[in-house]
C-alpha cells in the first residue's frame, strides 16, 4: 500500500500529511503506558510483514495487518504505524518521505475507524469465536478501506490514475480475506489468553 514518490499531486501530499499530524498528535495523547508495549511489538509485526511485498504501479501489495493496530490500539495506531513507515522509507526506500504523511493517513486512519467500529462489540462479548468474527470482520474491512483511501489519493492526483486505483483493490482482494482470517485468529487467542489488551485501547486508544 505504499505509494511511491513522484506519484501524487502537492495538493494531496499537504493535506494528507496534514491530516496524519493530527492523526498523530491524538495518538501520541491517546498512547497510555498499557499500550506502548502493545505499540512497540504492533509497529514491528507491520514493519516486518510489509516488507515482503509486490511491485504494482505507482503501489506495493504486502501484508498490513492495520485492522488488529486498530482494534488494539485505538488512535495510537497513527504514531505506530507512522514510525514503522519512516524506518522502511528511509532504511529500504519503501513508499518515500515525501509521501510519508500521505501512507500514514492511508494505512492508520482505516485501522482507527475499524477499532472503533470492532472494540465496542469485542469487549461486551463473552464468546472467544464471536470475537474472532469480529476480528476477522475488521482485518479485512480495514483492507478494503486502505485501498479505498489510496484509490482517493490516486484520483485527487489526476484522472490518468484512475484505471491504477481500481487495479490496487482488485489486487487486494487475496490480501483482505488473509488478513482476515489472520486477525480473527489473533483476536480469539488474544481474547481467550489476555482480554485486558481488548480494554486497554477502550482507556486510551478509543477516547
Known amino acids: 500500500m505504499h505509494i511511491v514518490d513522484g506519484a501524487l499531486s502537492n495538493e494531496v501530499l499537504i493535506v494528507g500529511s496534514a491530516m496524519s499530524a ?16 502493545a505499540a512497540g511489538v504492533l509497529s514491528a509485526t507491520f514493519f516486518v510483514a510489509s516488507l515482503i511485498h509486490v ?48 501512507n500514514t493517513l492511508n494505512i492508520a486512519a482505516p485501522a482507527v475507524l475499524v477499532g472503533l467500529m470492532v472494540n465496542p462489540f469485542l469487549i461486551r462479548t463473552t464468546s472467544s469465536s ?16 486502505t485501498t479505498l483511501f489510496v484509490a482517493l489519493a490516486l484520483g485527487f492526483s489526476g484522472d490518468n490514475f484512475a484505471l491504477q486505483a481500481k487495479i490496487v483493490f482488485v489486487a487486494h482482494i487475496p490480501i483482505m480475506i488473509i488478513e482476515g482470517l489472520l486477525s480473527a485468529a489473533a483476536i480469539y487467542l488474544i481474547h481467550k489468553v489476555k482480554p485486558e489488551l481488548l480494554h486497554a485501547m477502550n482507556k486510551g486508544g478509543a477516547r
Open 130 to 145: 464471536l470475537a474472532a468474527v469480529f476480528g476477522g470482520v475488521a482485518g479485512a474491512l480495514a483492507i478494503a478501506l
Open 22 to 37: 493530527v492523526g498523530i498528535v491524538v495518538g501520541l495523547r491517546k498512547l497510555t503506558m498499557d499500550l506502548i508495549p
Open 55 to 102: 511491485p504494482l504501479g505507482f503501489s506495493s501489495v504486502h501484508l498490513i495487518l492495520n485492522g488488529l493496530a486498530g482494534i488494539i490500539l485505538g488512535w495510537a495506531a497513527f504514531p505506530a504505524l507512522f514510525v514503522a513507515l519512516l524506518l522502511q522509507a528511509v532504511f529500504f526506500a519503501f513508499g518515500g518521505i515525501s509521501v510519508l504523511g500521505v
